[in-house]
């Protein structure tokens, strides 16, 4: 297993944005997402992107604020956030593997993780 290093995590008032960024994949493609976990509650898929083509998939909840992305080259990938509501936050983890193993909004189809990145919004 592979720790995967998050970064760009924070605290902004309503309507502002953040980027994370998820480094040291060590794979030449991927299978990659967010999760986010709000306090008091489970962790929950909100971002997958396939790093061959770039298809993506996004949460209603973040669909047309949130913007995944991937970097072959720079074995990364980001996700750009606009519009952060309070109900935004909590804790932002990358997961990727190498292989398909399933859904993209499942915690199970992803090998690899990172520690996690705290996203405050505040009103």
């Known amino acids: 297993q592979v720790q995967l290093v998050e970064s760009g995590g924070g605290s902004v008032q309503v309507g502002g944005s953040l980027r994370l960024s998820c480094t040291d994949l060590p794979y030449s493609s991927w299978y990659a997402a967010w999760f986010r976990q709000a306090p008091g509650k489970e962790r929950e898929a909100i971002a997958s992107i396939y790093s061959r083509g770039g298809a993506t998939n996004y949460a209603d909840s973040v669909k047309g604020r949130f913007t995944i992305s991937s970097d072959s080259g720079k074995r990364m990938i980001s996700l750009q956030m606009n519009g952060l509501q309070p109900e935004d936050s909590g804790m932002y983890y990358c997961?990727?593997?190498?292989?398909?193993?399933?859904?993209?909004?499942?915690?199970?189809?992803?090998?690899?993780w990172g520690q996690g990145t705290r996203v405050t919004v505040s009103a």
């Open positions: 997961a990727a593997d190498q292989f398909y193993r399933g859904s993209w909004h499942r915690e199970t189809s992803y090998g690899d």
